[in-house]
């Protein structure tokens, strides 16, 4: 248990130090839908049902209300789908962090036997109407902030750390040796 408060503790405070340094990170985006999708295969060892049941055990884990968040679990498609929301922080020239924006983001995990894929994608900001925020990254955009940058960058490492933490809850159970004596 304390390894994985730490794994989550170093990996959250290298997030942030990445947002500090302003290091801009690639940002997929699928030309055919228009729209950023951050999505990966992972081959894992494990039948349909199983890399299911794990999916299930890491959405309770990761998410303080899992039966709110999902709104598809198909165990016999393997299909889980969710909607949640990211807080976004405001960074100024002199380090100073405030709250910003929230993100709402749908994600997808499709499990198969020996591998599994997870999808996020709909990122919208919330405001007063839909507002997608792919129009953060035309930089031509009268209405273009620098700001927008940081917040790309946020969604960026947010969608890493989460990768990391299913990609943990993915695997199976070391097999326990027999105690022979």
């Not at 679990?73 to 976004?88: A, F, Q, V, W, Y």
Request: one cysteine or more.
């Amino acid at each position: 248990m304390q390894r994985k408060l730490f794994m989550l503790f170093f990996i959250g405070t290298m997030g942030f130090s990445n947002l500090l340094t302003a290091q801009t990170k690639e940002i997929p985006f699928d030309n055919d839908e228009k729209k950023i999708k951050f999505q990966e295969v992972i081959n894992e060892t494990g039948t349909q049902k199983e890399l299911f049941n794990r999916c299930v055990y890491w959405l309770n884990g990761y998410y303080k209300d899992p039966v709110r968040v999902t709104i598809v679990r198909d165990e016999p498609t393997g299909k889980i789908m969710g909607k949640h929301s990211i807080r976004l922080k405001n960074i100024d020239k002199d380090s100073v962090v405030t709250e910003g924006p929230t993100v709402f983001y749908e994600f997808t995990i499709e499990v198969r036997d020996e591998r599994y894929r997870y999808t996020i994608t709909e990122l919208l900001l919330k405001s007063a109407s839909r507002f997608e925020i792919e129009r953060w990254l035309d930089k031509n955009d009268p209405l273009y902030n620098t700001q927008y940058t940081a917040y790309l960058d946020q969604i960026a490492v947010f969608v890493d750390e989460w990768a990391v933490v299913l990609k943990e809850k993915m695997k199976p159970e070391p097999t326990k040796k027999a105690d022979s004596w």
